[in-house]
């Protein structure tokens, strides 16, 4: 949860500045972080979520964790009018108002809703338009210069250096905190540190989580037996890690906030050395 999570926090309360009771489209809403977008808007305060995506079914289920409406498209050189069909439900919508746009896709759709902007919203009504992903794979579009002259639309992006690092950091914690109260959700598939090498090469849906468990032998190091608390449980999000030293070195340094966020059990105040944890994973 903490890439996504910080992904869209940063995206809302950083560059968005969303205020209550304003809409929110979310496109690209069916990937972990989209998923979480819609959530957090609903949370923070959005008065409409509107979630667009590609597969159909996803979208329906985004209705029961926030948003008030779904628009599907499909869009490419096999499907010549789906970007008119696409415009024209945006239209309907934004007929009715829209204050942002948090956009993890670029390519076509982003287009297509900055040009739906242009052509509906009111004049000289501000549109937040955040970029924060290019999950479409297209790192460019053709923008049309009227879509910009004919609308007080404001481009910008979210991520690092648009966002200091800081504030990304804080991103992680906030949404750790309210990760309860908000009853995020976010579609999960846990699979154990031997899995490893299978669990890599999972497709990004749902999200594959590794779980990694060890602990003392010592019957005496179990904290419910008044032990010295030496164990250590834990689960890490496999697309938010890189090689093993720098998992180490997140348990090691994050995880007495990581404890009182959820996602990792601790049982010590002080963890195994460094060298200790390398060398129980690689038994």
């Known amino acids: ?26 496109n690209g809403a069916t990937g972990s972080a989209g998923r979480l977008a819609v959530q957090l808007a609903k949370y923070l305060g959005a ?21 008030d409406a779904v628009i599907p498209f499909t869009l490419g050189a096999m499907h010549p009018s789906a970007e008119k069909n696409y415009e024209q439900a945006l239209r309907e919508v934004f007929a009715h108002g829209v204050n942002v746009v948090v956009d993890y896709l670029w390519g076509e759709s982003a287009r297509t809703v900055i ?38 639309i ?9 966002v200091p690092l800081p504030k990304l950091l804080g991103a992680i914690k906030s949404v750790f905190e ?7 959700q976010i579609a999960t598939q846990t699979m154990p540190l031997a899995e490893i090498e299978v669990a890599w090469e999972k497709p990004g849906k749902p999200r594959v989580v590794v779980t990694i468990e060890w602990a003392s032998a010592s019957a005496t190091d179990d904290p419910a037996k008044g032990g010295s608390h ?7 999000d496999v697309p938010d890690i ?9 348990i090691g340094n994050g995880a007495e906030a990581l404890q009182r966020s959820g996602p990792v059990r601790v049982w010590s105040e002080s963890l195994y050395r460094l060298d200790g944890i390398r060398r129980r994973w690689e038994q």
Do not use: C
């Open 154 to 162: 404001q481009l910008m992006g979210s991520g690092v250096k648009s």
């Open 47 to 67: 008065g409409k979520v509107i979630a667009t995506g590609r597969n159909e079914s996803e979208l329906q289920e985004l209705l029961s964790l926030g948003a």
């Open 178 to 184: 309210v990760a309860g109260s908000a009853k995020l």
């Open 242 to 250: 890189a090689p093993l030293d720098d998992l180490v070195l997140l």
């Open 115 to 152: 040009i739906a902007i242009a052509k509906t919203v009111e004049d000289a009504t501000p549109v937040r338009f955040v970029h924060v992903g290019g999950a479409s794979g297209e790192e460019e579009i053709a923008l049309p210069g009227a879509a910009l002259r004919s609308s007080a």
């Open 230 to 236: 030496h164990g250590l449980s834990a689960t890490v």
């Open 1 to 26: 949860m903490a890439n996504p999570g910080m992904s869209v926090w940063a995206a809302l309360i950083e560059r968005a500045a969303l205020k209550p009771g304003e809409t929110v489209l979310v």
